[in-house]
């Protein structure tokens, strides 16, 4: 069963940009089950099973990203609880790497029943200001050897078929700073609270759905000093680019009027920049459907922004498709129904299977 593995997986820390840990063990546990892996540039560690007569067909691409939310030094042990695994990160994404894993196990002597190359990856850098760098590269890399691509992400039931595109920034004030009663500089604590007014009062469309989040804010040195310096960091999202990009021009124009009438200066930075449109799905959709279909499982499609968005550009059959059952997602107190593994084990078996089978497109 992937139980074996997810407490293992779980309990090596991967904060995002530092998943290097938790790559030697993925990397250790699948050279153990006899599959040669290389890693790449960027950290993502890369498995292909193929053969021979079908080393030119495009290959599919299961992909699993080993990174969590959680700092370094976040205590990662997992407990059990009246048959639930309960652990920061301990399904997002620990669970599915745990799945892909068993997978491999499983699939040990079964490279002669291909008719594709299948190529399996454990992925760097998908939470937060990591911006999917790590599929990105997979993707950009290797675009011209892939038929399909499947992010292993999420909860067993939820198919991701449309990427939600972000467009993410870090604005940092900066000043003269100075005394709170010697000093009459300006401050940027008050540019970086009018930009936040500024920010939550624009305008967004209810459809389709666009948001805007000022996710971080920080600042200042002591409470009897002017700020000399302020950051924040924004987050803009919405289902099509077109609006994305309307928005992004009128926050960023946002940010630097808030920095003028303070009168300080203000350094924007885009830090991320995620994809996002039809994730041309119609190839995978109706064998996951299948494959759920014939576990008893009713699976349901939507809009997120997984690793699956880094397919949108290159045209790509991209779907992300959960395999646990779970709750709490980047929250200390996350957990995983144990028992859901085995059905999100034989979701991605299945699935696979009748991918191997279809007709070439």
Same mark, same amino acid.
């Given at each position: ?51 021979? +007569? ?9 992909? +699993? &990203? ?17 048959? $639930? ?16 894993? #068993? ?5 040990? /002597?079964? #490279? ?24 990105? &590269? %997979? %993707? #950009? ?15 067993? @039931? ?9 467009? $993410? ?8 700073? /100075? &005394? ?9 604590? =008050? ?5 936040? !007014? ?16 000022? /996710? ?11 700020? +000399?310096? !302020? ?24 940010? =630097?009027?808030?920095? *003028? ?8 930075? $885009? ?8 994730? &041309?799905?119609?190839? %995978?959709?109706?064998? #996951?459907?299948?494959?759920? *279909?014939?576990? *008893? ?24 498709? @959960? ?6 997602? =980047? ?6 129904? !144990? ?23």
């Amino acid at each position: 069963m992937p139980l074996s593995y997810l407490v293992r997986i779980a309990q090596t820390p991967a904060p995002t940009f530092q998943e290097a840990q938790r790559a030697e063990l993925v990397a250790s546990l699948w050279e153990e089950l006899g599959y040669r892996t290389t890693r790449d540039e960027v950290g993502n560690v890369l498995t292909r099973i193929s053969t021979p +007569a079908i080393h030119d067909q495009p290959a599919l691409l299961l992909a +699993a &990203h080993l990174d969590t939310v959680f700092d370094a030094g976040t205590d990662v042990r997992v407990r059990e609880e009246a048959g $639930r695994l309960v652990g920061p990160g301990v399904g997002d994404n620990s669970a599915s790497l745990a799945v892909i894993t #068993a997978f491999l196990r499983d699939f040990r /002597g079964m #490279a002669h029943t291909l008719r594709r190359p299948l190529w399996v990856a454990a992925n760097v850098a998908e939470e937060g200001l990591g911006d999917l760098r790590g599929a990105k &590269h %997979l %993707l #950009a890399q290797h675009r011209n050897e892939l038929g399909a691509f499947v992010a292993v992400d999420g909860y067993l @039931g939820v198919a991701v078929t449309r990427g939600v595109a972000v467009r $993410r920034y870090r604005a940092s004030f900066l000043g003269p700073g /100075g &005394h709170s009663w010697g000093d009459q500089a300006p401050s940027t604590l =008050h540019a970086l609270g009018r930009a936040v !007014a500024a920010l939550y009062a624009l305008p967004l469309p209810l459809s389709p759905r666009t948001t805007l989040n000022v /996710g971080v804010a920080s600042g200042g040195t002591s409470v009897n000093s002017i700020a +000399a310096s !302020a950051e924040l960091l924004l987050d803009l999202r919405s289902l099509d680019p077109e609006l994305l990009a309307d928005l992004d021009s009128r926050a960023v124009a946002a940010l =630097h009027m808030a920095a *003028r009438e303070v009168g300080v200066t203000v350094r924007v930075e $885009r830090v991320g920049d995620r994809p996002g449109g039809d994730l &041309h799905s119609e190839p %995978l959709l109706p064998l #996951a459907r299948q494959a759920a *279909r014939e576990l *008893r499982v009713d699976v349901r499609t939507t809009s997120s922004s997984t690793d699956a968005n880094a397919a949108a550009p290159h045209g790509i059959p991209a779907l992300a498709l @959960g395999v646990y059952r779970g709750g709490n997602a =980047h929250r200390h107190d996350e957990w995983v129904q !144990a028992s859901s593994l085995g059905s999100g084990l034989r979701l991605l078996q299945r699935l696979v299977e009748l991918y191997q089978r279809a007709p070439a497109a």
